[in-house]
């Protein structure tokens, strides 16, 4: 394996979690929780942050 193709395999999983993470972000907004810190959780857990998106229910307005 070259160097580019890790360069460029590396540069496709960062940009995949980056938008996994602002989906996230979108999703928790639309469940009246924090945006940035759901931002912030799914750059660390990934989909586990996506699944406990789906999973918790939605939180009253204010």
Known sequence: ??????VTQGGQFFVGVGTL??????LAQS?????L??????LFLGPIATLLLVVLD????Y
């Open 1 to 6: 394996m070259e160097v580019s193709e890790i």
């Open 31 to 35: 469940k009246n929780r924090r945006g």
């Open 21 to 26: 993470a602002l989906l996230n972000a979108g």
């Open 58 to 61: 939605k939180q009253p307005e």
């Open 37 to 42: 810190i759901w931002f912030l959780i799914s």
